[in-house]
């Protein structure tokens, strides 16, 4: 049932997904329900568990992150690892909302209020490459949706840290540290969003160093999570 191929719903506004099923707005109801769900998670980091509970995972038992939380909507696969990436490599943006929607729905309404929706900053380098911020449009969606206020002013990355795909969650933060900075005076609850979240390497720079400038409580909202 699954063809990401072609770009028909442009034309009959078809599921974004399977491109059949036109008038449904985005992705149709099978899709949606057959999407990789992440719908038992630690409270913590998201990682996956076989039943939901209200206590965090061992890891973060042992080690609690510094972040107060994080959301997550699916699994990092198929489709929405596709998704992600067409948007992401592919400028193929008419995927941003429908990711936008499925983290929307992620997040319990009572853990929607936050005062600021920062995205996840891009360095120079990678912003030429692939033209846009993905986690910024990403933002401003839920921005929209939530009336709450986005700003990718306050967050910089301020150095090139190249591909962290092949380093190991350690050689992640040793690589990334220091690479981000803070500009202006931020509120206290703050959502930092973004599409992928793999070790939690950049989310916990990010947060030790919002924890440094006024913030009280960083919250992580992304799309997908990978499984370890
Ligand atoms: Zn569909
Ligand atoms: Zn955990």
Request: hydrophobic letters at 40%; glycine letters at 4%; proline letters at 7%.
């Amino acid at each position: 049932m699954i063809n990401l191929d072609g770009n028909n719903w442009l034309l009959n506004n078809q599921c974004l997904v399977c491109n059949l099923h036109p008038g449904e707005p985005l992705i149709c109801h099978a899709c949606y329900n057959d999407l990789p769900w992440l719908d038992h998670r630690c409270p913590r980091c998201a990682l996956p568990r076989a039943l939901d509970s209200p206590h965090p995972c061992g890891h973060c038992q042992k080690e609690p992150p510094r972040w107060q939380q994080i959301q997550a909507a699916c699994h990092y696969d198929f489709p929405v690892n596709e998704l992600i990436s067409r948007a992401k490599y592919q400028q193929q943006l008419h995927f941003i909302p429908l990711l936008a929607e499925l983290l929307l729905d992620a997040i319990p309404p009572d853990q929607r209020q936050v005062d600021l929706i920062i995205p996840v900053p891009m360095d120079r380098q990678k912003l030429r490459t692939r033209r846009v911020n993905h986690a910024l449009l990403l933002a401003k969606q839920l921005g929209k949706a939530l009336g709450t206020p986005v700003a990718d002013h306050h967050l910089h990355k301020v150095r090139y840290t190249g591909q962290q795909k092949d380093l190991s969650r350690r050689q992640r933060q040793q690589n990334l540290k220091g690479s981000f900075a803070v500009k202006g005076d931020l509120p206290a609850r703050v959502a930092v969003v973004d599409d992928v979240m793999t070790t939690g390497a950049t989310l916990a720079e990010i947060t030790g160093l919002l924890l440094q400038h006024q913030v009280k409580e960083v919250v992580g909202w992304v799309v997908a999570r990978t499984d370890a």
